[in-house]
């Protein structure tokens, strides 16, 4: 009895496995991507001595938007043809703020979008401006690609 209850439960968490959406198991490997980022980019304001990064979720709502339509059309860009500027798709998403500012990559890895950014010096100055307090990432992947978006803004007082 005890055998045919577990190969029982064996078939049911198979077949509950296979009717996940693939594009909800996407969204899961996303988003731990985009919080592997999010802790990269706060161990390199860390090494030179800077304060965290918050996390904010709009501001990842708003950078994770642009990181879908930029994989829709497999392309890498700030501001695609058609899509409104940084701070009207930012102030759109409901965040306020004071001073703003966006990094875009695609590569295969976390680790390389990472690496990117430390070896450019502009998108270096974005991770470790001391006038920022707070970020969004987000993360669409095509084709094995990641497109990443870390939208940077040092966040209005409400």
Known sequence: MTALLFRKSVAALFVCLTLIPAPLMAQRKTNEAEHQLFDRLNRARASQGLPRLKWDDALAGAARQHSDAMAARNTLSHQLPGEPTLP???GKAGVEFISLSENVAQGPTVANIDEQWRNSPA????????????????IAERDG??????????AAKR
Do not use: M
Not at 145 to 154: E, H, I, N
């Open 88 to 90: 009207a798709r930012v």
């Open 145 to 154: 690609v990641l497109f990443a978006t870390a939208d940077f803004c040092k």
């Open 123 to 138: 998108h270096r100055a974005n991770v470790l401006d001391t006038d920022v307090d707070t970020v969004g990432v987000g």
